[in-house]
């Protein structure tokens, strides 16, 4: 058991002692102590009143008194109010740190065949246009919760959703064969995701012009903006798509192979990946089909022009529309069939979708059909609701060609890494080899960091100059931070300096020290606490309190130049410990921490 488990036990036993009851483990909630009072760890003595019937002040008292005779974890206490802050023995700091050594997985725990199932659905790009900062944010967010969810012991499922079929879709496919002369990813030497998303800004310059042109001859703009005859050929063209039409199915799969092949190396330079994909083409025929078995069931009811709707005004909402009256389908109908699929597929404990919180609505309508139609985990399902993220120069949009793309925003991260690590003298004497790499993990993990770093509920300005910046809350700080205790490491090996699996007893050790390894000892947590409230923030932030913390005691204290060899052990293995959690906490951020920098 760790430090703060002893504690709890410790806590338990002394509440059966003095008010001769037994107690919970959740009723004793432990805390770090606040920085402006003395203590380690602050003991919440409110749940404790009803069995103790006294004051808060005299119940602390009373359980301070029994801990510091009784356990010899605890040194003193001092009482503030209801809460009682406790003040750890120095000596037990270092069997902490010895206890956090032996697990080389500290902080995260294993999955287990019959752990609990989480399928989290990220990225749902659309196949008309290559991935943009939206989708970066979002493939972000959905990979760093995959992560921190199987740190916390459950097993999880990568999924990804592709919306390759509708209007939008057969936009860029007519723009393509109106103007494309052929034009293929082979014979252009261009990403095919970027290709087709061309051709979809193409589409609505065209468009714009034919509205124009039919506005000039009296029409409306409403009126010009349906009649136009390009919107029109889109319509037929989906029209023939959905009846089956082989030489429209061809062109789509044709195109759609292209951008699959455009998304495949944006996922894999970002460093996300998916266990399954699901297809909006395939899933909204399921989707279809369950809507008609749940209007056979009485679940539904159709109206009069044939359309299908959910009556869901006993759950305090509207009605929603289902099934058009030409029987075509909405996202709903698709979500549907995409769950149908799902859940035939894998049993499900619980199922969270990372999606804008523009879309907040939906997901409450979804979970209650779900729950209506009978899948267990309907109702509980998680909609990973997260804010917009902006670049200073304001909104984008796809149709515009205002976009900044995922792959061009990576381009531009990792010149400007290279670029601030060369006015720094950070690349000197390295080969052209070490720079790209050094280049690429830096200025990935400060886009990766300085989006995750962010409460995912908040929108947010993305700043590229600023996520880049050796000093700050930033990836590169803590990226530097790790590399500077790889050197050190690397240098005391060079000094012939062995170090041992444990740190030796009887050191006096220094309150920034103490510190330190409180800090490190709230990792788990912390992985916890980021798993509960679906928050790679937290994660990001502790990291970087972390090395906040390690950075101070490095300029304070010698390490390799330390002349006790007990203390010099000791700060080696500290710093050891602290570079693998760093490594860890970044890693469920899905970004790399190099060893040179």
């Known amino acids: 058991m760790n430090l703060e488990e002893n504690l709890v036990q410790s806590v338990i036993k002394t509440i059966e002692t003095l008010y001769g009851q037994t107690i919970e483990s959740k009723m004793v909630q432990l805390q770090t102590t606040k920085k402006e009072f ?19 002040e005299v119940t602390a008292t009373e359980i301070g008194e029994y801990l510091t005779q ?71 967010l959905g990979y760093s919760l995959c992560k921190i969810l199987e740190a916390n012991g459950y097993r999880v499922i990568k999924t990804n959703i592709v919306n390759d079929r509708g209007i939008h879709i057969c936009k860029s496919m007519l723009a393509w064969q109106k103007f494309g002369n052929g034009e293929t990813p082979a014979s252009t030497g261009k990403k095919g995701d970027h290709l087709v998303g061309d051709y979809y800004v193409k589409f609505d310059q065209e468009y714009k012009k034919e509205v124009k042109a039919l506005m000039d001859k009296g029409l409306s703009e409403e009126d010009a903006k349906k009649q136009a005859p390009l919107l029109q050929e889109a319509q037929s063209m989906l029209k023939k798509w959905e009846d089956g039409d082989a030489e429209v199915r061809k062109l789509w799969n044709e195109m759609n192979s292209w951008v699959y092949a455009g998304f495949d190396e944006t996922y894999k330079r970002l460093g996300v990946g998916f266990d399954k994909i699901y297809y909006e083409s395939t899933t909204y025929i399921d989707g279809k089909a369950k809507v008609n078995e749940g209007l056979a069931k009485g679940l539904f009811y159709r109206r009069e022009d044939g359309s299908v709707w959910a009556d869901l005004t006993q759950n305090g909402l509207d009605e929603k529309l289902l099934l058009r009256a030409d029987g ?26 990372v999606v804008g919180n523009e879309q907040n609505y939906h997901f409450q ?33 796809s149709r515009e060609g205002t976009v900044v793309d995922a792959d061009d925003l990576m381009d531009e991260m990792i010149q400007t890494a290279r670029d601030v690590s060369n006015e720094l003298g950070k690349l000197d004497g390295m080969s052209e080899n070490d720079i790209k790499e050094i280049a690429r993990i830096c200025g990935l993990g400060a886009l990766k960091y300085f989006i995750l770093k962010v409460d995912p509920r908040k929108n947010m300005l993305f700043n590229p100059k600023e996520s880049i910046d050796f000093n700050g809350n930033t990836g590169p700080f803590i990226q530097y931070t790790h590399a500077r205790i790889c050197s050190v490491l690397r240098k005391a090996a060079e000094q012939g300096i062995q170090l041992g699996n444990a740190v030796k007893d009887g050191l006096t050790l220094s309150d920034t020290e103490v510190n330190l390894i409180q800090y490190l000892s709230n990792f788990p947590n912390v992985v ?70």
């Open 38 to 56: 003395e203590g380690d760890l602050t003991l919440v003595v409110f749940p404790f009143l009803k069995i103790s019937k006294k004051t808060p």
């Open 70 to 140: 009784n356990d010899a974890i605890v040194e003193k206490f001092n009482v503030i109010k209801g809460f009682l802050n406790l003040s750890i023995a120095k000596n037990t700091w270092v069997n902490t740190l010895n206890t956090m050594l032996e697990d080389p997985q500290f902080g995260l725990k294993k999955v287990t065949s019959d752990a609990p199932l989480y399928m989290v659905e990220y990225s749902s790009p659309n196949t008309n246009k290559p991935l943009h900062l939206g989708h970066i944010r979002n493939n972000l």
């Open 328 to 353: 075509t389908s909405v996202y709903m109908t698709q979500d549907i069939g995409t769950a149908t699929q799902r859940f035939k597929e894998f049993d499900i404990n619980k199922m969270i979708y």
């Open 365 to 397: 309508v979804l979970s209650i059909l779900l729950d209506r139609l009978g899948f267990s985990w309907g109702k509980d399902l998680v909609h990973f609701s997260y804010g917009m993220v902006e670049l200073p120069e304001g909104k984008m949009k």
């Open 528 to 597: 916890k606490q980021a798993g509960s409230d679906y928050s790679p923030a937290l994660i990001a932030n502790y990291v970087y309190e972390l090395v906040k913390q390690y950075n101070s005691f490095y300029h304070d204290f010698s390490i390799l130049k330390e002349e006790n060899e007990g203390m010099r052990e000791f700060r080696l293995l500290l710093s050891k410990k602290i570079a693998s959690v760093i490594k860890a906490g970044m890693g469920l951020l899905g970004i790399e921490v190099p060893e040179r920098m």
